[in-house]
């Protein structure tokens, strides 16, 4: 019962913060200077073509019943045609969706195994002998540069490293993974590289203190004091209680990189969300602005809502059932 | 494992210093601590804390932390050298020969876990048959510490049980090796009064059944000397007085165990007033130059202050203090009537 009222309350609240979003950015894209009109026709064009054209897409009504108009076909599951292309937004989406995915889930799981281990390394050691070495120093500078480095910068030294010289990947020539999984792997693990430095950087920090944190905890302690190895501490008591913490991160951190996402496709020329949504903006393509800065609010609030379950199951004092009860 | 012949003390600390390194320089926690504890025997460590009783439990175990540092002396266990052991077999130690049992009962839980789970890890690699056994060995040892329907405490959370339940949880899984040791570090003071002698006669009863040898870290000496056969009182690091708990209790040889026992409230009676100790407990950077509790003495004299007082045999108590004989043979010590309340076969002692 507590489970399904939960549920109840995060669709509800999910679905309005959509909604939510979908007006602010109904409006945003309306607010920005030179519309539709201005853009496709340029300067020399008269009242009359532009007239024309607003009228035939809609755009001489009252920003109330576009946005009214938009809201009833979004919900039966059409978010309009490109402006540009005349293409369905929903399919040109659907088919671009699966690189920028892919690209962030291979930034997430180079974050989620490089990461992760890098920050235990880092507390278990910051703990023990040799503490404040030149090794943490290193550690810690390197950590710092891939937090504030912008994958603009990394990207177009990368993209003009392996551009230059035969560095044995080559920057472009993307093909999707169901044809071709070694070319595939091969055009994004550049970029996936490129994107994921963040988010390594940002979970070994996050990993480091949790760890740190749990390390004091009595229960490791104990469990030392019962004679099990350093590994069994590790897996079994301090990697589950970190976890939480790193988990959360990582959430935040995939919202992140669908920003990212947008400049490393446009670097690397990937046909991703991103490249299509940013050119659309550039363009006052207001239909496929409003659906791609959906998607990503939408996928970003089940995120959350995933992460919180999963929270909930490994420290059952976080869990969703119990939420709000002290003990 | 164990090459001891019988006789052998089952725990041997030879002249034990351990400094803790802080910011501003080193704090002495143990300062020359000599112990030996034969096996089956049950003795109660007393001293305020910071007077190194809980460093003196961590380091049979080598559980100090990693800022604390052994300078000097060595600490035996079962035979073997507890700071000159390999990885390897300092976890074996830790598994077949010591057990823990700590102060803040659900703290020293994972609170990721379900009890059952935690208690079949402290059983594994111990159980000689397999599977079908595992669950009836964790009900079998959750009912040994007599927690009353243990199929329920196995599947709960260690956030769902109480401080007195928890703690009978961690005695189960330190009990369930049946190691020869058991460091209890003040197992009932995060527990409501009740709950305590319940819990203490469980560690007791348990540990006798096994032939444990006990451990119990307390600041509480009538407690103490109420339940075990022997006491050794620590004061700035070191063991000030060791001797038959009835005699420590009724004829204290250390002016520090006898400002103890006057300050402790279940001596009093009601209406009396209660003789606290003038000052506080020291803090060391560096071996004591005389006695530690010389400032706050009052049967001090002047070679307290600058010469380390040697070992001194005063009734059934090994001593240190200058002045041990004197004090007895004079009488200086008295204590206030106090109730009896050492059982006669505890109080007869080893």
């Given amino acids: ?327 | 494992m164990n090459q001891l012949t019988p006789a052998e003390p089952v725990v041997v600390a030879r002249d034990l210093v351990v400094d803790y390194l802080a910011a501003h320089g080193p704090v002495r926690a143990l300062d020359g601590v000599d112990l030996a504890v034969d096996a089956g025997e049950t003795v109660g460590v007393v001293g305020e804390s910071g007077s190194g009783k809980s460093t003196l439990g961590a380091a049979l175990g080598r559980l100090l932390p990693s800022r604390a540092e052994r300078r000097h002396g060595s600490m035996h266990v079962a035979g073997h050298s507890v700071f000159d052991l390999a990885p390897q077999p300092l976890r074996q130690l830790r598994r077949d020969q010591l057990g823990f049992v700590f102060q803040d009962p659900i703290g020293a839980l994972d609170p990721t876990m379900r009890v059952g789970a935690q208690v079949r890890r402290a059983l594994r690699g111990r159980q000689p048959s397999p599977r079908r056994s595992t669950r009836d060995a964790v009900a079998a040892l959750l009912d040994q510490v007599r927690l009353r329907d243990p199929a329920r405490v196995a599947r709960a959370y260690p956030h769902q049980l109480s401080g007195g339940m928890a703690q009978r949880v961690a005695l189960a899984m330190a009990m369930a090796v049946q190691p020869r040791v058991l460091v209890a570090d003040e197992p009932t003071a995060a527990l409501d009064s009740q709950v305590r002698d319940e819990v203490l006669d469980t560690i007791l009863a348990l540990t006798r059944a096994a032939g444990t040898t006990v451990l119990w870290l307390s600041h509480d000496l009538n407690a103490v000397a109420r339940r075990c056969a022997r006491v050794v009182v620590m004061y700035g690091g070191r063991v000030v007085e060791d001797g038959p708990a009835h005699a420590v209790l009724a004829r204290p040889a250390h002016p520090y165990t006898h400002a103890l026992a006057s300050s402790a409230p279940s001596h009093a009676r009601p209406g009396e007033r209660l003789t606290p100790i003038p000052g506080r407990p020291p803090l060391l950077a560096g071996p004591a130059p005389g006695c530690a509790f010389a400032e706050r003495c009052r049967f001090v004299v002047d070679r307290c202050a600058t010469e380390r007082p040697p070992l001194a045999r005063v009734n059934g108590q090994a001593v240190l203090c200058h002045r041990a004989e004197e004090l007895r043979s004079t009488a200086a010590l008295p204590l206030p009537a106090r109730p009896t309340d050492i059982p006669a076969e505890i109080g007869g002692g080893r």
């Fill in chain 1, 1 to 327: 019962m507590r489970l399904f009222t939960w549920w109840l309350r995060r669709a509800l609240s999910g679905a309005g913060t959509l909604v939510g979003v979908s007006i602010l950015i109904f409006i945003a894209v309306r607010a920005m200077p030179g519309g539709f009109a201005e853009t496709i026709l340029g300067p020399f064009a008269t009242e009359e073509q532009r007239a024309e054209l607003a009228e035939r897409y809609g755009l001489d009504q009252s920003v109330l019943v576009q946005y009214w108009n938009w809201f009833t076909a979004a919900l039966s599951g059409d978010f309009g045609t490109s402006m540009v292309s005349q293409q369905p937004v929903g399919a040109e989406l659907a088919s671009r969706f699966p690189v920028t995915a892919q690209l962030t889930v291979m930034a997430i799981l180079a974050a989620a195994f490089i990461g992760v281990p890098l920050g235990v390394l880092a507390a278990v050691r910051a703990g023990g002998p040799g503490a404040g070495g030149r090794g943490a120093v290193v550690g810690r500078l390197a950590g710092g540069l891939g937090v504030s480095l912008p994958e603009f910068v990394l990207g177009s030294i990368v993209v003009y490293l392996f551009s230059r010289y035969a560095l044995g990947l080559s920057v472009g020539g993307y093909v999707p993974l169901g044809d071709d999984p070694v070319g595939n792997l091969r055009a994004m693990l550049l970029p996936a590289a490129v994107l994921s430095v963040f988010a390594i950087s940002a979970t070994a920090r996050t990993t480091r203190d949790a760890v740190l944190n749990v390390l004091v905890e009595p229960y490791v302690t104990a469990a030392v004091a019962r004679g099990e190895t350093p590994w069994a501490v590790i897996r079994q008591h301090i990697l589950r209680n970190a976890a939480p913490p790193v988990l959360v991160l990582l959430t935040t951190v995939s919202a992140y990189l669908l920003g990212g996402a947008i400049i490393v496709e446009y670097l690397f020329n990937l046909p991703g969300v991103g490249s299509y949504v940013v050119h659309a903006v550039g363009r006052r393509d207001y239909a496929v602005v409003q659906a791609g800065v959906l998607l990503a609010a939408a996928l970003f609030i089940v995120l959350n809502v995933v992460v919180d379950l999963v929270v909930g199951l490994i420290d059952p004092r976080l869990g969703v059932t119990t939420a709000g009860r002290r003990t």
